[in-house]
């Protein structure tokens, strides 16, 4: 079955280029962003590592950790890391997953449960290895997206996505489309107009009775 929304993250234990980790004792109390790659040296893939490293300092703001997949040895992905430094200008200080066996892969439905490991996989056979998961402290899966191997992921909205997640996980509120922090967000449907006065005693702005917009809380 597919991984949704509130389910708990599956677990493993896995190497890594920080060494073996067990993934929930790893996440502690923090959120925790998993991301996957098809294959190490590939190119698409090599951009979006360095961005992540060099905005991982915001997530660190947000008590998020990041952790990177690859479809290929621990011992490889120093070798990549050197051309992620050197052409996105970041070092990946980051761990990263060695999935060789394709476990994680599996474990996370990125690939069929029967598919058989191999050194001859490409990138290609890989190719819905690109998942992003968010999974908060409770080690619940609170977001999942796959994109295509031509499509540098927008990390950004990660990031954007994030702030709405951990918000929304302490107000009764909800984000609004193209939303972004500090800007108004969405009085939440299972509060009622009563409660709502309590909670927002300054009042809010309603062009419809189901859409009250009030100010982010803090």
Known sequence: MSLRINDIAPNFKAKTTHGEIDFHNWIGDSYAILFSH???????????LGYMAKIEEEFTKRNTKLIGLSI????????????????QGHPVKYPMIGDTDLAVAKLYNMLPAG??????????????VRSV???????????????PMTTG??????????DSIQLTAKHKVAT?????????????????DEDAKTMFPEGWKAPKPYLRIVKQPK
Do not use: Q
Request: include cysteine.
């Open 153 to 162: 992921r927008n990390f950004n909205e990660i990031l954007r996505a994030l």
């Open 72 to 87: 290929d040895p621990v011992e490889n992905h120093s070798g990549w890391a050197k051309d992620i430094e050197e052409t």
């Open 115 to 128: 598919e058989v490991a191999s050194d001859g996989r490409t990138a290609a056979t890989n190719a819905t």
């Open 38 to 48: 098809p294959k190490d040296f590939t190119p698409v893939c090599t951009t979006e």
């Open 176 to 192: 609004p489309v193209n939303w972004n922090h500090g800007e108004d967000v969405i009085i939440a449907g299972s509060v009622s």
């Open 133 to 147: 998961f968010i999974v908060g402290p409770d080690k619940k899966i609170k977001l999942t997206m796959t994109y």
